[in-house]
């Protein structure tokens, strides 16, 4: 349960995604540091390999200047949670283990805006879902009919791919426009070409946090004891690719060119007081995918579009409740054949659309299939994501006034090479 009455020393705006509640996890550098893990408060990160040499923190501090946080999070939850309350301990308001030391606290606090976060994990295997009911009718509609816009198996499994791990970045980067065969409506032949239709997919991501071994399946009430948190997720696509490429086999070319994630890992620890109720599943879904309780999350989720020398215009707020499944019934199903599970692999959530046209994760919806533009702020008009774009995902949960965010998830799309 959140204790509204916990604040930190630290200066902490209410807007501010990185209250004393939150405690995310990452990895930043500097002039002075190649890699150290970190959390945030505020406006700042915290070294926590700073924190372990000073014994403020009980982990070998090796752990915490890798390259990757893998090792940190395969200590385990037991290890990790408690390090994490331990950090809340001493950052709030009251303690002065750390306050009181000023020499520690100018190695330890950093400004978020004098630093580099760096990617958080190394991902070894990466699964794409395909779980917003409102997503998948929208899109089923456009390609198919209105009838048939749900596959037969849709309602019965969490529909997914594997992706391509290698083109996963952290916020910040930039990547060139794709290209591949694309069969334009009027045409007999495919063309090859950069990609017209490159499109967003408003998403979030969780980390695996423990492994399993070949043949060892993941049930749906043991499945959070396997998650360690979640990130923003912005699965980049080539609609025209994909449309020609997809049958039978599914994306290739269209998604492999690059994903982008935000680079803090928010703990499930810190999401779990933003629990709520998820869809009513019918047809009744098989033993091994139901659950109990209350096991979506109420997500606030906005995306921007930054045209080059312009402004933020925002595009979609949706909202990560609209899930028709769940993150433990991804994983339940993705482990049912007994695949097995590494610290690090990533699973996307697919494109989060909710019911309102104002809530579609995708240019592909929010255009309507390019039929229905955007108009930006400067007068120009958006079907898909032009050239020098820059499109930015940010995303939290709200309670009784109290804020758990994620920061940002940004990319910017340059020219083909």
């Known amino acids: 349960m959140l204790n509204k009455q ?19 996890f990452g990895i930043y550098s500097d002039a002075k540091t190649k890699h150290h893990a970190c959390t945030a408060i505020g406006d700042k990160v915290v070294d926590l390999y700073e924190l372990a040499i000073a014994g403020l923190i009980e982990v ?16 385990g939850k037991t290890k990790t949670t408690a390090i994490r309350e331990r950090l809340i301990q001493l950052l709030t308001e009251g303690n002065t283990e750390l306050k009181n030391n000023a020499a520690l606290c100018a190695k330890v606090f950093k400004k978020q805006s004098e630093v580099s976060m760096l990617l958080p994990v190394k991902v070894g295997d990466y699964t794409d879902f395909y779980s917003s009911i409102d997503h998948a009718t929208n899109i089923g ?32 980067h930039s ?43 993941i049930s749906t009430d043991k499945a959070d004891d396997y998650i360690f948190g979640k990130v923003l997720f912005n699965d980049w696509s080539a609609r025209d690719i994909q449309t020609w490429e997809y049958v039978p086999l599914g994306p290739f070319l269209a998604k492999n060119f690059a994903s982008t994630i935000s680079p803090w890992i928010v ?52 909202n990560y409740k609209y899930m028709y499944w769940t993150m433990e019934q991804q994983l339940a199903h993705h482990s049912v054949n007994g ?64 804020r758990v965010g994620f920061g940002e998830c940004v990319a910017k799309v340059l020219p083909a090479n």
């Open 6 to 24: 916990l604040k930190s020393w630290v200066e902490v705006k209410t807007d501010s995604d990185f209250s004393i509640h939150n405690i995310p």
């Open 60 to 75: 070998n501090a090796q752990v915490l200047e890798n390259d990757y946080l893998n090792d940190f999070i395969s200590l």
């Open 141 to 172: 509609t456009m390609i198919r009919d209105p009838k048939n816009a749900l596959m037969p198996n849709w309602k019965h499994l969490p529909v997914g791919y594997h992706g391509r791990a290698s083109s996963i970045c952290v916020s910040g």
């Open 175 to 217: 990547f060139h426009r794709p290209k591949g065969q694309q069969k334009p409506p009027d045409s007999e032949m495919p063309v090859f070409g950069p990609s017209k239709a490159l499109d967003i997919e408003l998403e979030t991501a969780f980390i695996i946090g423990k492994s399993t071994q070949l043949g060892e399946s």
């Open 267 to 318: 703990t499930l620890e810190a999401l779990e007081p933003f629990r709520t109720k998820g869809y009513e599943q019918e047809p009744k879904v098989l033993p091994y995918l139901q659950y109990s309780g209350e096991k979506n999350l109420d997500i606030k989720l906005d995306v921007f579009l930054k045209p080059e020398g312009g402004e933020e215009n925002k595009i979609c707020s949706s």
């Open 339 to 402: 695949c097995n599970m590494n610290v690090g692999d990533m699973m996307g959530s697919g494109t989060i659309s909710g019911p309102d046209p104002s809530e579609y994760g995708s240019m592909m919806e929010l255009t309507w299939r390019g039929t229905k533009p955007i108009t930006l702020k400067d007068g120009t008009e958006r079907k898909f994501v032009n050239d020098n774009d820059t499109l930015i995902i940010r995303g939290y949960c709200e309670k009784d006034g109290l």
